[in-house]
């Protein structure tokens, strides 16, 4: 996801601490919002404390009952919420639909799974530990802070908030500075449910009340952005120690075996590479394809690509670009790749006509083109022809980003193979982000795409602190600790230990 939150201010006509957002479509005004800084952000936080102890309080399953009664709330009021995702992202209506629906799907998950992967249970004591009684359990961090996209102003900031919440925290949220509105809509849906609670609290403006936020010393930041920008967070974060979890992007590839569904395979192409304006940090932006298939493939995505319209009005395959400088990063990585001898297959530099950019399909791009090792974020893929599967699998590793890749093909053993050798956080096997419509898988990357997970347990576990507990049910047989070692027992304790693990 790139220029996601506080650092990207490219349609922002602020006056003096108030921030303005626009539709894109149109450029119309969508609202006015103040900028915080940090003298109301410490106000903010000195509530969310206060809020926090009592909804840690609740435990589990108190929260549990919260939690579903928000989902129900954002459930019945969709349409709402929908309506001003449309206004300041400019995406169709349907793909703003099935990004709200995914959210509250996650809601759901973390709502009624956070007992059951969070409560304290019993752990095994082992062989010398044999007279303790063990548990496991995870407590909430405190607050934790949010600094959301613009590409997903739903999906991407409320499956990590529903998870903080479900830890037990409080969360305060900076949604992008594109999408005040969206962040704002969602803490009044909360705030409608518990206006006394301020467990969820939203705070907007630009990058100086991203920064405040990093400062404000809450218990962890959860940063969606650009590597650029997540080593700005990281540094500020650095002053306090304050950890954080990041996902900075990508620049997924997708494999096309011998034996694939080509069809099929073609139509997740285009929906991973075109799909929200290619405005998605798991979209397909590099393809390779095996030779023998090569030909009849391309053709497929060329035919499909030409089929769809970028425009404003409902029965458009997708909307503007949302950020007016992405246009121009679309633009330099075009006219290099061509510059470098890749071929224009569908469109080309004139696809470009602000705010829109129709499908671009490059084929035979170099290696070292900027389109293949940075993130180009735009309605733009490349394909190109590899020898056999572990060809392909090499130049999809070859970037510095690993977020998500896609596996097409109908043979089982071949794929999970391929799947374990690929440097991602997420594989999808004959589907492209299939992993976004299932709850119980976390999410994340490596290297520039960033580190920690969200969603899943692993995304519970994330936003919580785990503390052991032994309690010594009586005095061991064969004590150890203690200074007063019997020599006895530690002839005992040796045999032992070699009849368990030396043989």
């Given at each position: ?8 201010l ?9 921030l303005?957002?626009f539709?894109?479509?149109?450029g ?18 000195r509530?969310?404390?206060?809020a ?14 919260w939690l ?12 709402d919420?929908?309506?001003i995702?449309?206004?300041?992202t400019?995406?169709p209506?349907?793909d ?11 809601l ?9 992967v969070?409560?304290r ?15 496991l ?29 479900a ?9 992008s ?32 009340t ?11 930041i ?34 096309v075996?011998?034996d694939?569904?080509?069809?099929d395979?073609?139509?997740a ?8 304006a ?18 009849e ?19 458009a ?7 007016d ?12 790749a ?6 224009a ?6 696809s470009?006509r602000?705010?829109y950019?129709a ?20 309605p ?8 056999d599967l ?14 998500g890749?896609?596996i ?10 391929a ?19 299932v ?7 490596v ?6 997970r ?30 007063d ?5 530690i ?7 070699k009849?368990r693990?030396?043989?």
């Amino acid at each position: 996801m790139t220029e996601a939150a506080q650092n990207s201010l490219p349609r922002l006509r602020a006056r003096p601490r108030v921030l303005t957002s626009f539709d894109p479509r149109t450029g119309e005004v969508a609202g006015d919002f103040a900028i915080f800084g940090a003298d109301e952000l410490t106000r903010t936080l000195r509530e969310a404390r206060s809020a926090q102890k009592w909804w840690a309080g609740l435990g589990t399953s108190g929260r549990k009952r919260w939690l579903l009664d928000w989902k129900k709330h954002l459930a019945r009021r969709i349409g709402d919420l929908v309506d001003i995702v449309v206004q300041e992202t400019g995406k169709p209506h349907d793909d703003a639909l099935v990004e709200a629906m995914l959210a509250v799907e996650q809601l759901d998950w973390a709502a009624r799974h956070a007992g059951k992967v969070l409560d304290r249970h019993k752990v095994k004591s082992g062989l010398f530990g044999w007279n303790q009684a063990c548990s496991l359990g995870y407590e909430p961090l405190g607050v934790v802070g949010v600094i959301g996209p613009w590409n997903y102003p739903v999906f991407s900031p409320v499956t990590t908030i529903a998870h903080a919440m479900a830890a037990g925290n409080a969360v305060v949220f900076k949604p992008s500075d594109l999408t005040p509105a969206v962040g704002m809509w969602l803490a009044e849906s909360w705030r409608t449910l518990a206006p006394n609670q301020p467990v969820l609290q939203v705070v907007t403006g630009d990058e100086s009340t991203g920064a405040a936020l990093c400062r404000s010393r809450v218990d962890k930041i959860s940063f969606t952005g650009t590597p650029s920008t997540a080593r700005k967070v990281m540094a500020v974060c650095a002053e306090s120690l304050t950890p954080l979890v990041i996902e900075s992007g990508g620049n997924d590839a997708m494999l096309v075996h011998v034996d694939a569904k080509l069809d099929d395979a073609a139509d997740a192409a285009i929906f991973g590479a075109m799909g929200n304006a290619g405005q998605t940090c798991i979209g397909i932006e590099r393809i390779y394809v095996a030779e023998s298939v090569y030909d009849e493939f391309l053709s497929l995505v060329a035919d499909k690509a030409r089929s769809l319209r970028s425009g404003a009005d409902r029965g458009a395959s997708y909307g503007p670009m949302t950020q007016d400088a992405q246009i121009e990063i679309v633009r330099e990585h075009v006219r290099d790749a061509l510059a470098r001898g890749a071929k224009a297959v569908v469109g080309g530099l004139d696809s470009i006509r602000e705010p829109y950019i129709a499908p671009i399909v490059l084929a035979d791009v170099p290696d070292d083109c900027r389109l293949m090792i940075e993130e180009t974020f735009g309605p733009v893929v490349a394909v190109n022809k590899v020898r056999d599967l572990d060809e392909a699998i090499t130049h999809a590793n070859g970037t510095s980003y690993g977020l998500g890749s896609s596996i097409f093909t109908r043979d089982t053993r071949t794929a999970t193979w391929a799947a374990e050798r690929l440097r991602a956080g997420v594989v999808t096997i004959n589907s492209v982000g299939g992993f976004a419509a299932v709850p119980a898988l976390p999410f994340g990357g490596v290297g520039d795409s960033g580190f920690g997970r969200v969603n899943g347990a692993d995304g519970l576990r994330e936003f919580s602190r785990s503390k052991a507990v032994t309690r010594q049910k009586r005095r061991g047989w064969l004590n150890l600790y203690t200074l007063d070692r019997k020599p006895r027992r530690i002839r005992i304790a040796k045999s032992v230990f070699k009849i368990r693990h030396a043989r």
